[in-house]
Structures are given as structure tokens and as C-alpha cells.
């Protein structure tokens, strides 16, 4: 079993729509979750960093993490073409760590 | 411009020949990284440094070499190239402390023919 299981998509929804991406993760010791969007032939860029359970807003993009059922979830509202992209899950057990677990990340596309 | 550069972009080789990629960071960030990114797998951890002459495998190490003579480069070596090892590599950089992102480059696409 991977440390962690992201639903590859791709996923397509028309601008303006909520887009919901979600990760499950194995390992209960995780507490520090991030989000990187990787836009194509690109390297990945940090969107969203949490730490243990609860949710974070930053404009249209919420991150959310519920360590009980070992799930996270990015939200996007009023989804734009700009965000279309492939969207990695990370985590990891502490903080600073080299172990840091990815998913196989959600190719996102807005349409116009 | 200030940032994490990969060269080179592509690169196309056979097997068995030895292979370097290169990363340069401008940020004097201590911990450098390299992973490889698989259809199937996401992002694995290689090898990784945290200063200049202080490397650590990472996930999947194997047939492959790293060195941190300065600390804004950390070149990477297929010593004797398999296909397997077709993929696309990214170099990252972090500073040290807590909650400090990691900066990915954009990528060297390697196949081994």
C-alpha cells in the first residue's frame, strides 16, 4: 500500500465551478500537509501548507485536513483556466523533513 | 534572476553510458534534493544534501551518484544508464527551519534509449 493515494483524474469541470481534490493517506504519524499545482512542463510550486487537522483559506483555494479519517482535501472556488494543472498532495511527519511523501498528483482542467 | 536552474532540459542517451544533470541555486538554500517523477509513482526522493559535502539517499538511490562540493550545486550522475531510469528529474532547495517550502527547478526530461 503507498503512503499516500491521490485519484490521478484528470478532471475536467467549466469555469466558475468548485473543484475538490482529495488525498488518503496510511500513515497516522503525518502532521505537516501541503499542496504543490505543477503547471505543464514545469517543477512543482507550493499552493497551501497545514498543520494537523483543520482548515486554512488563502483567497479561493481552502485546504483542509482531517487527520481521524487520514484525508485532506483543496478546494478551489470559482475555479479560472489559470488553475488548470496538475495538483500534488504532500506530507510529511515533521517539520523540515527530507521524507516527504507526495501523491501521484490530479491533472486539472478549467474550461472556458 | 534569482532561483534553482536545471540543465540540461532534455537529454536523450543510451544505455549504459554515464549521464550528469545539473542543478544551480542562487538562493544559498542548505538542503538540496533531487527526485524523479514516474506516471504511476509522483515525485521520489533520490538523494538529498543538507550542505555542501553532506549527502543522504533518498527512496530510490540506486544507480545513481550525487556530490556537494559547493553549496549552490549538486549535480547528479547515472553512472551506467538503464531505461528504467527514464523520467523526468527535479532539483529542489529549501533553506533550513520550520514550514520552509521546497523551490523545485522546471525538469530535465531524460530518456534512455
Known amino acids: 500500500q503507498k503512503e499516500v493515494e491521490q485519484d490521478p483524474g484528470p478532471l475536467s469541470v467549466p469555469e466558475g465551478a468548485i473543484v475538490s481534490l482529495n488525498c488518503t493517506y496510511s500513515?497516522?504519524?503525518?502532521?505537516?500537509f501541503m499542496w504543490y499545482r505543477q503547471y505543464s512542463r514545469k517543477g512543482p510550486e507550493l499552493l497551501m501548507y497545514t498543520y494537523s487537522s483543520g482548515n486554512k483559506e488563502d483567497g479561493r483555494f481552502t485546504a483542509q485536513v482531517d487527520k481521524s479519517s487520514k484525508y485532506i482535501s483543496l478546494f478551489i472556488r470559482d475555479s479560472q483556466p489559470s488553475d488548470s494543472a496538475t495538483y500534488l498532495c504532500a506530507m510529511s511527519a515533521w517539520t523540515g523533513a527530507n521524507n516527504l511523501f507526495f501523491g501521484t498528483g490530479t491533472r486539472l482542467t478549467v474550461i472556458p | 534572476d534569482a532561483g534553482i536552474t536545471q540543465s540540461p532540459r532534455y537529454k536523450i542517451t543510451e544505455t549504459g553510458r554515464q549521464v550528469t544533470l545539473m542543478c544551480h541555486q542562487t538562493?544559498?538554500?542548505?538542503?538540496m534534493f533531487w527526485y524523479r517523477q514516474d506516471l504511476g509513482h509522483g515525485l521520489r526522493l533520490i538523494y538529498y544534501?543538507?550542505?555542501?559535502?553532506?549527502?543522504d539517499k533518498g527512496e530510490v538511490p540506486d544507480g545513481y551518484v550525487v556530490s556537494r562540493s559547493k553549496t549552490e550545486n549538486f549535480p547528479l550522475t547515472l553512472e551506467s544508464a538503464t531505461r528504467s531510469q527514464t523520467s523526468v528529474y527535479f532539483c529542489?532547495?529549501?533553506?533550513?527551519?520550520?514550514?520552509?517550502?521546497?523551490?523545485f527547478g522546471n525538469g530535465t526530461r531524460l530518456t534512455v534509449t
Open positions: 529542489a532547495s529549501r533553506p533550513p527551519g520550520v514550514n520552509s517550502p521546497l523551490h
Open positions: 544534501s543538507a550542505a555542501a559535502d553532506i549527502t
Open positions: 538562493w544559498s538554500h542548505s538542503y
Open positions: 500513515n497516522s504519524a503525518f502532521q505537516y
